[in-house]
Nanobody, 119 residues
């Protein structure tokens, strides 16, 4: 059974920091590309950051320079360090695991963790 369990969300003032973590089980974590996505009320889910199985990272323009994604293939975790948080970062943040080859796609989501930026 595949599980992606996010943690670390909460309420933070603008300019503050949070660190989200996602613990994965039931998958061969090291071969999966991992990502963080977010969904604000009334908006579509959007990509925040991804990290490939080989460690290549990609960020949405809106978070570049403020957020850092990392992974630990020993602990089977992916983290998102969020600094200089803004009100527009308020959303539910979801962890994603993705693996695919020419025939098979495996894609999994966590249940989400709420991040609220407010004074």
């Amino acid at each position: 059974q595949v599980q992606l369990v996010e943690s670390g969300g909460g309420l933070v003032q603008p300019g503050g920091s949070l660190r989200l973590s996602c613990a994965a089980s039931g998958i061969t974590f090291s071969i999966y590309d991992m990502g963080w996505y977010r969904q604000a009320p009334g908006k579509q889910r959007e990509l925040v950051a991804t990290i490939t199985s080989s460690g290549i990272t990609n960020y949405a323009d809106s978070v570049k320079g403020r957020f850092t994604i990392s992974r630990d293939n020993v602990k089977n975790t992916v983290s998102l360090q969020m600094n200089s948080l803004k009100a527009e970062d308020t959303a539910v943040y979801y962890c994603n695991a993705d693996w695919r080859d020419s025939l098979i796609t495996r894609n999994y989501w966590g249940q989400g963790t709420q991040v609220t930026i407010s004074s």
